[in-house]
């Protein structure tokens, strides 16, 4: 099993450039391909951004191309979401989550992850 904690959410500005974190715990985490997804509100939850498990190989939804990042720190056992030039659209609940049944890939369907971390809120200002 794999606890995921996210953080770094809050309140930012339209253009600014927070970070989120996803800090892993228990099994070999640095094994797993990892997602990012969030949740706007009335909205469903929806794919943002995949990193395999080596760290080289990653994908994006269309709306955050070039302005996300994907990244990975095995030794820290820890998934980053950069993200540069938000706007209101970005507002959402942010979760990261751990595809732990398969050590290769790269993954965009919900239903391909197992382990979810509880989220962390983006509230973008205009």
């Known amino acids: 099993q794999v606890q995921l904690v996210e953080s770094g959410g809050g309140l930012v500005q339209a253009g600014g450039s927070p970070r989120l974190s996803c800090a892993a715990s228990?099994?070999?985490?640095?094994?797993?391909?990892m997602g990012w997804f969030r949740q706007a509100p009335g909205k469903e939850r929806e794919f943002v951004a995949a990193i395999s498990w080596t760290g080289g190989n990653t994908h994006y939804t269309d709306s955050v191309k070039g302005r996300f990042t994907i990244s990975r720190d095995g030794a820290k056992n820890t998934v980053f979401l950069e993200m540069n030039s938000l706007k209101p659209e970005d507002t959402a609940v942010y979760y990261c989550a751990a595809r732990t049944s398969t050590y290769s890939g790269i993954y965009y369907s919900q239903a391909d992850y197992g382990s979810w971390g509880q989220g962390t809120q983006v509230t973008v200002s205009s």
């Open positions: 228990g099994r070999t985490f640095r094994s797993y391909p």
